[in-house]
């Protein structure tokens, strides 16, 4: 079984910064992708930033410029820096990992969501 912890999160005023990290534990052979989503109130959710094994990244356009996510693939522990925090940055976010394997013999991938954390940024 694989999970992922979040921690970071909290209250910031806006043009602050937080950052983000998840970790994975349980038994992982491999996880091809780990990323960030985050779901405001009566939004829907949506990635905020990706990042690949190795290290090929996306974002959301909203974010590009300000958040920047990396990756230890030692650690199975992906960040997410966000700095120049907006208002409209509000939401819980999640930590996502795809393309997990937990087994070297078993081709088999997995997606793993945190529980989310929830970051506030006041005006």
């Known amino acids: 079984q694989v999970q992922l912890v979040e921690s970071g999160g909290g209250l910031v005023q806006a043009g602050g910064s937080l950052r983000l990290a998840c970790a994975a534990s349980g038994s992982i052979f491999s996880i091809a992708t780990m990323g960030w989503y985050r779901q405001a109130p009566g939004k829907q959710r949506e990635l905020v930033a990706r990042?690949?094994?190795?290290?090929?990244?996306n974002y959301a356009d909203s974010v590009k410029g300000r958040f920047t996510i990396s990756r230890d693939n030692a650690k199975n522990t992906v960040y997410l820096q966000m700095n120049s925090l907006l208002p409209e940055d509000t939401a819980v976010y999640y930590c996502?990992?795809?393309?997990?394997?937990?087994?070297?013999?078993?081709?088999?991938?997995?997606?793993?969501w945190g529980q989310g954390t929830l970051v506030t940024v006041s005006s």
């Open positions: 990042i690949s094994s190795g290290g090929s990244t």
């Open positions: 996502n990992a795809g393309g997990v394997r937990t087994s070297i013999v078993i081709v088999r991938y997995l997606e793993v």
